[in-house]
Nanobody
């Protein structure tokens, strides 16, 4: 079992920036190996389905971005700190949503592997609210 805790959300004006963090922890040794997991950020706005924002591979070398955030958001990870990040810039009111961190168990796959489908993720954080005012 892996626990994911997001932080860094808040209220920001359009055009501003925020950095979200996702700290991972686990009780068992195998689950604690952060590099066994591809990491992703998803968001869900009221009345809408949860959508992928960005994903990063086990090693951090490969990334994926949803079309609506390309060029504005950057996903990264620090494997020494068991933490993933989402740097959000040039924020727009339509970015307002609850942002969730997720982990996909990819130990059997290359270090460059990542996942961009919600159903591929095994563990989810509770989410952090991001509100962008116009």
């Amino acid at each position: 079992q892996v626990q994911l805790v997001e932080s860094g959300g808040g209220l920001v004006q359009a055009g501003g920036s925020l950095r979200l963090s996702c700290a991972a922890s686990a009780r068992t040794a195998s689950a604690r190996t952060f590099t066994n997991y591809g990491m992703g950020w998803f968001r869900q706005a009221p009345g809408k389905e949860r959508e992928v924002v960005a994903a990063v591979s086990r090693s951090g070398s490969n990334t994926y971005y949803g079309d609506s955030v390309k060029g504005r958001f950057t996903i990264s990870r620090d494997n020494a700190k068991n933490t993933a990040y989402l740097q959000m810039s040039s924020l727009k009111p339509e970015d307002t949503a609850v942002y969730h961190c997720a982990a996909a168990y990819l130990a059997a796959f290359p270090h460059t592997a990542f996942r961009n489908r919600r159903d591929d993720y095994n563990y989810w954080g509770q989410g952090t609210q991001v509100t962008v005012s116009s």
